[in-house]
């Protein structure tokens, strides 16, 4: 019963706090000059929560062009706290649930600005022009979202994101590398072709000789089966309602390549893999589950990442050698442009000035930077160079790591440098 007591005595008190502070961040995010549209959400970690748009030109470099509406996140810890802006990669859906907590924020307590990226879901332009989706404009997006919401957060400011979002965390430093005190991106690649060869090599290399072999056998297997696999394929793909810029013989041909690099990106463990006398139905069902078809669809969600790629971030290749035989295709060159890019995408030719961006920049300075890494994932075969002499810029790889490495899944030596890192600079 006094337990009950102190409960009710908490909820009215905490409403009391949630209420007072609620009407008092949404009257200062409705103030904000270029913020619209002022939207409460849930929260199971923050006692406010919102979404809003913020106008971005379409070109900041040409503002008479037009503009869009951007989709931030503001999740409230305090005035007084730091604030941990996300440059997310892709798009923001996710972020807007209650169970949303991104680690950074939490483990130094921060304010989040979260940034669903330009040209994804709610922040893409009406209409659709490809020409404004540069890594140059991405930067300005977010240093014009920095300086707005710093008039209400004027302590310090942490840049970080995962996987493209880390990409993003990088070319947002390298653009405005004062607008944050440090910056954490999390398994970021930094590639310098369209179709960067480390991952390739890595692959030859990942893991023990008996997981790789057992990955290839498996690879081959269902090449080997390809008759037998493709009504299994076809019937898939009407299921899910996906249709291909290639042939049939190519889909599976691709999914079978790709499945290696997504294997090891996610952290699979070989014991998944079935038997290689598994009925046909056993080894197409895996296959799926690691690589499935509809990342080759010509309606797969994440068209203007490749155009992303395609023209600046760049992307990965894949090595034929072991399967040429039992391949429909003759070769992967190009593939993105054949076969990733939407009908509606320009002509595009990757340029490699934005991987000499950021390599000069981190190269020549020596910013406050913490990567994180998996030693397994496929992704940081073109991770950043560990340049010698750098005391800031630090790089952590988790032992047998995936995509999935964060700070709180490192071995607890690492986790407790990092943290402890991560005060000193909020000092």
Same mark, same amino acid.
């Given at each position: ?7 009710v005595?908490?909820?009215?008190l ?6 007072v ?5 949404k009257?200062?995010l ?6 619209d549209?002022v ?18 030109p379409l070109?900041h ?5 037009g ?6 996140i503001i999740?409230?810890a305090g005035?007084?706290r ?8 892709y798009g923001?859906?996710?972020a807007?649930?209650p ?19 330009r040209?994804?879901?709610?922040s ?7 020409? @404004?989706?540069?890594?140059e404009?991405?930067?300005?997006d977010l240093?014009?979202?920095a ?6 957060y004027?302590?310090?400011w ?6 493209k979002?880390?990409?993003t965390a990088m070319?947002?430093?390298? @653009?405005? #590398?004062?607008?944050?005190?440090f910056?954490? #991106?999390?398994v ?13 090599a ?25 008759e ?13 309602n ?8 190519e ?17 699979t463990?070989?014991?998944?893999i079935?038997s290689?006398?598994?009925e ?9 589950d690691?690589?499935?078809?509809d ?6 969600p %994440?068209?203007?990442?490749?155009i992303?790629?395609?023209?600046e971030?760049?992307y990965?290749? @894949? ?20 076969i990733?890019?939407? #009908?509606?995408?320009?002509?595009i030719?990757?340029d490699?000035?934005?991987y ?6 981190l190269?020549? %300075?020596?910013?406050?930077m913490i ?8 992704w ?18 988790? #032992? ?10 490192m071995p ?5 440098k990092i943290q %402890? ?7």
């Open positions: 019963m006094k337990r009950l007591l102190y409960v005595l908490f909820t009215l905490f409403s009391q706090v949630t209420y502070s609620a009407s008092e961040l009257d200062k409705l103030q904000l000059k270029g913020v549209r939207e409460a959400l849930e929260s199971e970690h923050y006692t406010e929560k919102y979404v809003v748009r913020i106008t971005q070109d470099k040409r503002p008479e062009l503009s869009f509406a951007q989709r931030v999740a409230h005035f007084d730091p604030t941990v802006i996300v440059t997310e990669g923001g859906a996710y807007m649930t169970r949303y907590r991104e680690e950074l924020s939490k483990l130094i307590d921060a304010n989040m600005v979260f940034v669903e990226h040209y994804f879901l709610e893409t332009p009406e209409p659709l022009n490809w020409d @404004y989706l540069t890594a404009n991405s930067a300005y240093h014009h979202i300086a707005t919401f710093k008039q209400l004027p302590g310090k942490v840049s970080t994101g995962i996987s979002g880390g990409q070319i947002y430093r390298a @653009y405005f #590398p004062d607008d944050v005190d910056s954490v #991106p999390y970021a690649p930094l590639n310098k072709a369209v179709e960067d060869d480390r991952q390739e890595f692959l030859r290399k990942v893991g023990t000789k008996k997981e790789r072999k057992q990955i290839e056998n498996f690879q081959l297997e269902i090449l080997k089966r390809k037998a696999m493709l009504p299994l394929l076809k019937k898939f793909c009407a299921e899910k996906l249709t291909f810029k290639i042939p049939w013989g889909v599976l041909d691709y999914c079978v390549l790709e499945y290696s690099f997504a294997f090891w990106q996610w952290g463990s070989v014991s998944s079935p290689l006398d598994s046909d139905k056993a080894l197409f069902d895996h296959l799926t690691i690589s499935g078809p990342y080759f669809s010509e309606t797969q %994440n068209a203007s990442f490749f992303q790629a395609a023209k971030l760049g990965y290749g @894949y090595d034929t050698k072991p399967f040429g035989k039992y391949l429909t295709l003759k070769h992967t060159h190009g593939y993105v442009d054949k990733m890019l939407p #009908p509606t995408a320009p002509a030719t990757f490699a000035a934005l000499h961006k950021i390599y000069t920049y190269k020549d %300075n020596d910013p406050k990567w994180i890494y998996g030693e397994t994932d496929p940081s075969a073109t991770r950043v160079p560990d340049f010698k002499g750098k005391v800031n810029e630090q790089i952590y790889i988790q #032992p047998r790591g995936s995509h999935r490495a964060r700070i709180g899944n607890e030596e690492m986790k407790a %402890n890192q991560l005060e000193a600079w909020l000092r």
